[in-house]
């Protein structure tokens, strides 16, 4: 007999979708990620789905501590267009984030990166990954393969989609198993790539996509404010709706 107190699988996965979100503070070096949490997080990613079922990604695992270490030390380089583009999507207060229902807060960014004519600091060391990447146990590489394209799509855009299927279930089993995840844009840009690619030596048909941090959160959780726009503001029933029209 099914126990008619426990949730439904849709009220259950409801719950991960919601609960989910990205765990960028410290991780807890002393916590593992368990062989059998790594394990369904790629057969999780292993059954998304693609475009013409594809399958258009590799995954780097890196779990050696020297390795880590090694991806900390690589440099960044700022990008202006980055700092301009970040700006303009930024919120300066919780009222301001609440309205808009997009975008981040500026709080979340150095305060050298919270002005409109901010440019990539270039005095003093150059920064690195190191406070990221420190304690955390587990980094996945996820690399693209642009030669397994699912035809006619026009610039790979179904297979870029299929990278973002990828990611999600990956993240919705972490969230599910309790492994914190965040991803990190940041290697597949200037001054990193390069660097990542000789260290895990990357084959050059191959493009990093994306990262995935993962590790046992340290400490509660911060307070940080979650948005999203009302589905109201973004569903068209019928007929598509110009905001403001009556
Ligand atoms: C394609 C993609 C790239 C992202 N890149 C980064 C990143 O480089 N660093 C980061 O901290 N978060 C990154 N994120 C996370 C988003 O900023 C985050 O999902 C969004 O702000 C909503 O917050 P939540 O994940 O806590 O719900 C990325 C998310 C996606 C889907």
């Known amino acids: ?13 409801g719950e991960i979708i919601r609960n989910r979100r990205s765990e960028r503070g410290p991780y807890d ?37 020297s390795t880590l270490a090694a991806v900390g030390r690589l440099q960044p380089g700022g990008s202006g267009d980055f700092l301009k583009e970040n700006y303009a999507q930024l919120s300066f207060s919780e009222e301001e984030l609440i309205r808009k229902g ?24 150059p920064a690195t990954l190191e406070a990221t990447m420190r304690s955390c146990p587990v980094v996945l590489i ?16 179904l297979g870029i989609m299929s990278l973002g299927c990828l990611m999600q279930n990956m993240w919705l089993m972490a969230q599910a198993r309790g492994i914190g995840m965040q991803i990190m844009s940041v290697f597949g840009g200037d001054g990193v790539e ?12 191959l493009q990093i996509a994306f990262a995935c941090r993962l590790g046992h959160r340290a400490g509660e959780p911060r307070p940080q404010l979650r948005v999203r726009r009302p589905v109201d503001r973004f569903v068209h029933l019928n007929v598509y709706a110009h905001p403001g029209a009556s």
Do not use: K
């Open 1 to 13: 007999m099914p126990d008619a107190r426990a949730p439904d699988a849709a009220t259950c996965l």
């Open 29 to 65: 070096a002393s916590q593992a990620v368990e062989a059998a949490d790594l394990d369904a997080i790629l057969e999780a990613g292993r059954w998304a789905p693609t475009a013409h079922n594809m399958q258009n990604y590799e995954i780097v695992v890196i779990d050696d501590p």
């Open 194 to 205: 390069d660097g990542l690619r000789s260290l895990l030596s990357i084959p050059s048909h």
């Open 142 to 157: 996820v690399l693209y393969d642009p030669r397994r394209r699912a035809p006619a799509s026009e610039g790979d855009v």
């Open 102 to 125: 997009t975008g981040l807060l500026a709080t979340m960014f150095p305060p050298s990166w919270r002005t409109p004519d901010a440019e990539p600091d270039t005095s003093g060391e």
